[in-house]
């Protein structure tokens, strides 16, 4: 089966560093682009950015430039989502995403499979 | 890069049609082939309906046919059926290794 399993929910204080995962299984996980897409309780889609797990090639939105950090393990088929000090605001559903996109291009036509997402949640 | 404007909310009877809209700038949805519908149900990951402004994915049926004129796409849902009930996203690409999503739009079955 073609999938995505993310990481298990997570809760943290503020301050403190995260990890999450997301494995990909079912097809050849180095030839697809993964994107992280954040939902805030209650709110619509962000796009975070997106990382190629060949090279960890990542490129992030400008909104989340600086406040995440993508990598990527082809060996494990996984990629990551990491924190260095959670603040409050991100409590959000964090979804990974496999994306069509044009090779030469770089232009993302749409998410064809979708993980279950990780909730995590910063609180003191 | 601003989110895409979509009514925050739509609904209609069994069998009646709706139409969703998605309004973007000359930047994404007014330069972009790739114009993508989703719906999402609570507690679930989205699902796609529609990709490249106008083509299904298999196992979606025709009842939901995607449209788009300048910088406004739309979602047009025929035959509406009680478990069309849930948040429809539209998602834009903006530019290289971008995308940008709508805000939603929640649909109601009466």
């Known amino acids: 089966e073609v999938q995505l399993v993310q990481s298990g929910a997570g809760v943290k204080e503020p301050g403190e560093s995260l990890k999450i995962s997301c494995k990909g299984s079912?097809?050849?996980?180095?030839?697809?682009?993964i994107g992280w897409v954040r939902q805030m309780p209650g709110k619509g889609l962000e796009w975070m950015g997106m990382?190629?797990?060949?090279?960890?090639?990542?490129r992030y939105s400008p909104s989340f430039q600086g406040q995440v950090t993508m990598s990527a393990d082809n060996s494990i088929s996984t990629v990551y989502l990491h924190w260095s000090s959670l603040k409050a605001s991100d409590s959000a559903m964090y979804y990974c995403?496999?994306?069509?996109?044009?090779?030469?291009?770089?232009?993302?036509?749409?998410?064809?499979?979708w993980g279950q997402g990780t909730l995590v949640t910063v609180s003191s | 890069q601003s989110a895409l404007t979509q009514p925050r909310s739509v609904s209609g009877s069994p069998g009646q049609s709706v139409t969703i809209s998605c309004t973007g700038t000359?930047?994404?949805?007014?330069?972009?082939?790739?114009v993508s519908w989703y719906k999402q149900v609570p507690g679930r990951a989205p699902q796609l309906l529609i990709h490249?402004?106008?083509r299904r994915p298999s196992g979606v049926p025709d009842r939901f046919a995607g449209s788009k004129s300048g910088n406004t796409a739309s979602l047009a849902i025929s035959g509406l059926q009680t478990d069309d009930e849930g948040d429809y996203y539209c998602?834009?690409?903006?530019?290289?290794?971008?995308?940008?999503f709508g805000g939603g739009t929640k649909l109601t079955v009466l």
């Open positions: 000359s930047s994404d949805v007014g330069a972009s082939d790739y």
């Open positions: 990382i190629h797990p060949i090279d960890s090639d990542a």
């Open positions: 079912g097809y050849s996980f180095i030839s697809y682009w």
């Open positions: 998602c834009s690409s903006a530019g290289s290794f971008a995308l940008v």
């Open positions: 490249d402004v106008t």
């Open positions: 995403a496999r994306l069509d996109v044009g090779v030469s291009t770089g232009t993302i036509d749409y998410v064809d499979l």
